[in-house]
């Protein structure tokens, strides 16, 4: 019981949430590719516009979320944007033209920038600041939790019905969280900290643009984003090159990655909050690139698992770090529109398939030393970033 007391109740249930709502979501937007190619025999490129378009609304959308997050409160952006979230995934059932995938998939992206931030900002009013780093892991585990559970689902649901029944499912799954969360948000009184002067969107995208602390923070996320995306990029493709059964020992990476950070995310969240963040995030990103460089070197199962075990550990030390030191330089009401806006970190996983493609096809040897040196150089941005921050 003493677990349960240490967040506030409302935080606990939208932890529960996140690990809910996140589970239905793996349990169709991983298997969107297969079922446009098998369904309605699109083609690559529209494919992958489609997949593309939902990124780059969530990239460039999370400030706008954000920002009507702090501005019209909580409550309001979370229930309408989670009941619009329900509709998008029965339209992917529904539908059977490609464009209008490709429209659900970009609104698919821009609910998820609302509602990502919007839930951020609604635990941190109702956590204690010392507590809110633990809170960023513990919410980053919940995320892996629903990453091994919607997978699993997914394929089962659809190995006994047709290929719609789990976005009909996932649809479903948003609405009765819709209606769990006008329950619980109309129970508990807000606590968002409200502005006296209002601010209007160009007001606010100048004070944010001209942050030059939030600036810094996002282009080290950008180059930890750009190394990051070569897991599911070019890391394949190189395991695949490297060893005999390359697809199978991919999968078996996957399930590593999942197993470390599910076993491994408490004890390390619970050290990292004895150290300072940006002490967590340099062990983090010394982790990665020691696994980046044994990614490279590597030729054998045993030495692809070990490599993936250390990019992992870097994984765990680093992610719930990078929303936690934004979180940390935004006003207290503007922590929507800084958390929103902290999705342009995702720029990076723009550029990184490309980048790293084009590594793999010209300097197929370096590929991750390349990245190994590229999110090292991320803590140059962090830590003048942390400088900025003591000098306010």
């Known amino acids: 019981m003493k677990v349960f007391n240490y967040f506030h ?12 709502t996140r589970a239905a979501s793996f349990m169709t937007i991983p298997f969107l590719a297969l079922y446009l190619h098998n369904e309605l025999n699109a083609s690559p490129v529209l494919i992958g516009v489609t997949l593309g378009a939902a990124q780059l609304f969530a990239t460039f959308g999370g400030i706008f979320g954000g920002f009507l ?7 309001l952006v979370i229930i309408v944007t989670i009941f619009v979230w329900s509709g998008v995934f029965i339209g992917f059932a529904i539908v059977q033209s490609v464009i209008l995938i490709a429209v659900l998939s970009s609104l698919n992206g821009l609910c998820r920038s609302f509602f990502e931030p919007a839930t951020q900002a609604l635990m941190i009013d109702f956590t204690e600041k010392e507590k809110r780093r ?13 990453g091994v559970i919607g997978p699993v689902l997914g394929v089962w649901i659809s190995s006994l019905s047709d290929a719609v029944m789990p976005f009909i499912i996932t649809g479903i799954m948003y609405a009765a969280y819709g209606f769990v969360l006008i329950v619980l948000l109309n129970h508990f009184e807000m606590r968002q900290q409200i502005a006296a002067e209002r601010q209007t969107l160009p007001q606010m995208l100048r004070v944010v643009g001209t942050d030059t602390k939030l600036l810094l923070l996002l282009a080290g996320g950008v180059l930890i984003s750009l190394g990051y995306s070569q897991y599911d990029s070019t890391l394949p493709q190189l395991v695949n090159l490297s060893v005999e059964e390359g697809v199978q020992l991919y999968s078996v990476l996957l399930v590593v990655n999942a197993a470390i950070v599910l076993l491994l995310q408490l004890p390390i969240s619970v050290y990292t909050e004895k150290i300072s963040a940006f002490k967590s995030l340099s062990f983090g990103m010394c982790f990665f690139a020691s696994g980046f460089i044994l990614f490279n070197i590597s030729s054998s199962w045993t030495l692809f698992i070990v490599a993936m075990i250390v990019f992992s550990i870097g994984e765990i030390f680093a992610f719930p770090m990078m929303n936690a030191m934004i979180e940390e330089i935004a006003p207290d009401t503007q922590k929507a529109t800084y958390l929103g806006a902290s999705q342009l970190k995702n720029i990076g996983g723009f550029i990184g398939p490309i980048f790293g493609g084009w590594l793999l096809t010209h300097f197929v040897g370096e590929v991750y030393f390349v990245m190994a040196v590229i999110v090292l150089l991320s803590l140059v941005f ?11």
């Open 134 to 146: 633990r809170l960023f892991s513990i919410r980053y585990t919940s995320i892996n939790i629903a």
């Open 69 to 75: 997050t702090d501005k019209l409160g909580r409550k």
């Open 382 to 392: 962090y830590k003048k970033a942390l400088a900025l921050n003591k000098v306010a």
């Open 9 to 20: 109740p409302l935080v606990w249930s939208i932890l529960l949430g996140t690990i809910f």
